[in-house]
């Protein structure tokens, strides 16, 4: 059961980030990349119908992380305290900049949303990638299985951790460089023409800078936590997720190359798959590993709900599982294809 | 302020704030569905045009009620950790299932209500407003259920490791309390948004503007208010005011400020209670109707707070006894204004009369304060516990979080809903001013 649950909580938030990765990702190029009001009311069209979808990954994946690992929710949440507040607070600004925008034609008013669109989407993305840093290399647990992180100490790997230090920052240049692409991809999909070309031509500038990134990030991982290895010798097929991850990288500018920007955002959706999967795979069974004693890192098992709830939960989670699924399809396919500004109905 | 209180504002500020917005939400999703109802039936371009403008009003409210809703799921884990170790195998799982089950669906089906109308035939529009209505009273039921357990816990055993486990799936989601408590609190949404439809149309006519829309909305919004005004009351608040007082009796004595136990225990409709002396100051009360109202006769004893040791009672007393006053007594006043308009209605004379239709422009935020203080009343009440008999409101919070990155976050808290605050007033009273086209246009939203 702990097994079962522990990958689907692992599903809902690879979901969430290549679904909400995407919107994310626009929100950093929505200024960079735009070069008049129209463009930016394109990027903010591509994204408008699915956004809030797409982010209710994220409590849908924080509820069922409440339910099958109390424990774990209760000690993370409050240990990541002041990060996690950051984060509401951008996820705040960044729903109303999206929303809001078009509610009049003001141009102080629509530059300041854009701004703040860019700005949140930015911080939040770094704040993600950091705070999956912070998870694999471990926190000071105490013998109650709860921590306090600060921001920040001295920024260094050790006994006395702060939310960033320089792993979880390289953590959080991944995920911004790697969801820009992600962004760039679905943008150049969804938008045709002047916007197309640039956003194509930003993830073939990118790509050298994200190659080197996820070299950089596993060569630190390792160096952090060698412990993240045993998973792998234990189970060598496991590292076939390397070589996806390769191939998945090889992809995107291949198919960018020859403009086949659907196949090329797949590619960017396998590539951000097989990095969390990579990540959490060394992870397992733990949850929370302990920097001090190995003997406190919060585990499946000492983390798992009772056996009803977790029998109970399967069967909801299943069907509600299905339900989202049909939504999602019923959503892309009514608004598939290009954006559209003014043909139909339907825009922010 | 000590940890424990700064943590307690932190929920407490959040969430009221927070339900500004679901309140009008739930409630106006239903007065859409019928305006769409009566559109889609008649082939009526006035009533899909009135059910269009109140979209835009619909998704400013529900964008707000997104964003200040994802902070409340967090809460649990960042600032009541304990309490969330401990229950998670229980509250967890109607958490969770408000996510899986009603926000995938609202997301989806808002965007076709919204932007969908030119791509989707009118029967499947029509259906995508039932859905936003289905997707947000389910929201609210699975929240009610999550609040009833805490308030009357049911079906749950302990584990070896002190933690909460649900034992029967159904016994949770049928808590009798929480059945009674989702039917009182579902009315109270209907109020709102039919206070504030009908103050919208109110104003269209003594504006003389949008006139014709002004009176769909004044006559939707009465007759839905008139019946959602009465069963607030009758049955729904009656029968949840009995449970209360069974399963909570110190917290049904301390909302009634009644210090001494007694047959024939009276009624305080006004009054200031002084907890030291134990008695009402200048007090207006209705002999004996507090045990007619609880037992059906007005000879039966009603438990006092002097019953019950000092440690049980709810810890900010007069604030539950002022919530529970402003709520019962806006709850009166909002049967007497809806049923004096439904006459109005009937005789038709509702649109010509500005006497009535000023009381109705101006009482649109006094549901919301109703709504509040209901809602004050029920959490307060349940004080000094956080699970009722189980887990006390101490033993709850994260105890590493302290008092000083508490009150930093509510600062940043409070200061961001200002902003949206800001924001929120401008962008209605916008759409308001703007109104409904007259003509039957291509709709021009301008919003996601």
């Not at chain 2, 999703?29 to 006035?46: F, G, P, Y």
């Amino acid at each position: 059961m702990g097994f079962i649950w522990f990958w689907l909580v692992a599903v809902m938030l690879v979901a969430y980030v290549v679904l909400d990765g995407f919107d994310l990702g626009v929100g950093v190029l929505h200024l960079l990349l735009t070069r008049n009001d129209e463009e930016r009311q394109t990027t903010i069209r591509a994204i408008g119908p699915v956004w809030d979808g797409n982010e209710v990954w994220l409590l849908a994946s924080g509820g069922t992380l409440y339910f099958a690992f109390p424990l774990l929710y209760a000690s993370a949440f409050s240990g990541f305290y002041l990060p996690l507040m950051i984060v509401l607070w951008l996820l705040i600004l960044r729903g109303i900049s999206v929303e809001l925008r078009g509610h009049s034609s003001l141009g102080v008013w629509r530059t300041f949303f854009d701004g703040l669109f860019c700005f949140s989407s930015t911080l939040l993305i770094i704040f993600y990638g950091a705070a999956l840093a912070n998870v694999i290399r471990g926190v000071p647990l105490g013998t109650d299985s709860y921590f306090f992180l600060p921001l920040w100490t001295n920024w260094m790997v050790g006994p006395n951790p702060g939310i960033l230090d320089w792993y979880t920052v390289i953590g959080g240049v991944v995920a911004l460089v790697a969801l820009t692409i992600h962004g760039a991809l679905y943008l150049a999909v969804k938008t045709d023409g002047a916007l197309q070309l640039r956003a194509r031509a930003t993830v073939r500038l990118l790509w050298g800078g994200l190659v080197l990134l996820t070299i950089g990030s596993l060569v630190a991982t390792i160096a952090v936590r060698p412990s993240s290895l045993q998973n792998y010798y234990a189970h060598p097929i496991a590292f076939a997720i390397p070589v996806l991850v390769a191939a998945c990288l090889a992809g995107i500018l291949s198919f960018n190359r020859v403009g086949r920007d659907y196949a090329a955002f797949l590619c960017s959706a396998g590539y951000l798959t097989f990095m969390m999967v990579g990540a959490v795979s060394g992870l397992y069974p733990v949850l929370m590993p302990s920097i001090t004693d190995p003997n406190l890192s919060i585990t499946i098992d000492k983390a798992l709900s009772g056996p009803h709830t977790l029998h109970v939960g399967l069967v909801w989670w299943g069907f509600g599982m299905l339900l989202a699924i049909a939504y999602f399809v019923f959503v892309y396919r009514m608004f598939r294809g290009k954006v559209d500004l003014g043909a139909t109905g339907y825009g922010h | 302020m000590d940890a424990l209180a700064l943590h307690r504002l932190h929920f407490a500020f959040t969430i009221t704030y927070h339900y500004l917005f679901p309140q009008l939400t739930m409630g106006l999703a239903l007065l859409i569905l019928v305006l769409k109802t009566i559109a889609v039936r008649r082939n009526d371009e006035q009533y899909h045009e009135a059910a269009r403008f109140w979209g835009k009003i619909f998704a400013i409210n529900f964008v707000m009620g997104v964003v200040t809703g994802i902070p409340m799921e967090f809460q649990f884990g960042t600032n009541w950790s304990q309490f969330a170790r401990i229950t998670g195998g229980v509250i967890g799982q109607p958490l969770a299932m408000e996510g899986v089950f009603s926000f995938f669906l609202e997301s989806a089906f808002l965007g076709v209500l919204l932007y969908g109308e030119k791509r989707v035939s009118k029967w499947m529009h029509w259906f995508s407003a039932f859905m936003v209505f289905f997707g947000s009273w389910i929201s609210g039921f699975f929240i009610i259920v999550t609040d009833a357990w805490m308030q009357h816990p049911v079906a749950y055993r302990i584990m070896a490791n002190g933690q909460y486990e649900v034992t029967s799936f159904w016994a949770l989601l049928l808590n009798p309390w929480g059945l009674l408590q989702y039917a009182h609190n579902m009315c109270g949404a209907v109020v709102t948004a039919s206070f504030v439809m009908a103050a919208v149309g109110a104003f269209y006519l003594l504006e003389k503007q949008f006139v014709e829309y002004g009176r769909i909305f004044l006559k939707v919004g009465v007759i839905a208010g008139v019946v959602a005004c009465v069963a607030i009351i009758f049955p729904t608040g009656d029968l949840h005011g009995k449970y209360v007082a069974h399963h909570q009796p110190v917290s049904m004595a301390a909302m009634e400020g009644l210090f001494h136990s007694g047959k024939g225990a009276d009624v305080v409709l006004m009054g200031q209670p002084d907890y030291a002396s134990g008695k009402v100051d200048n007090p207006i009360v209705v002999n004996n109707l507090s045990s007619f109202l609880i037992y059906g006769t007005t000879k039966a004893e009603v438990q006092g707070l002097d019953q019950f040791p000092r440690d049980q009672w709810p810890t900010t007393l007069p604030l539950l006894f002022y919530a529970y006053h402003i709520m019962a007594g806006l709850g009166t006043y909002f049967v007497a204004l809806m049923l004096l308009a439904a006459l109005m209605l009937w005789r038709g004379k509702l649109y010509t009369s500005r006497w009535i239709q000023w009381p109705l422009m101006l009482s649109f935020p006094l549901p919301y304060i109703a709504n509040t203080a209901g809602w004050m009343t029920a959490e307060i009440g349940r004080q000094p516990w956080v699970v009722y008999g189980l887990m006390r409101t101490d033993q709850g919070f994260s105890k590493y979080v302290s008092a000083s990155n508490s009150l930093f976050t509510l600062l940043g808290f409070m200061g961001l809903y200002v902003v949206l605050s800001i924001l929120f007033v401008v962008l209605v009273y916008k759409e308001i001013q703007t109104g409904p086209h007259k003509a039957a246009a291509v709709p021009t939203l301008t919003v996601s």
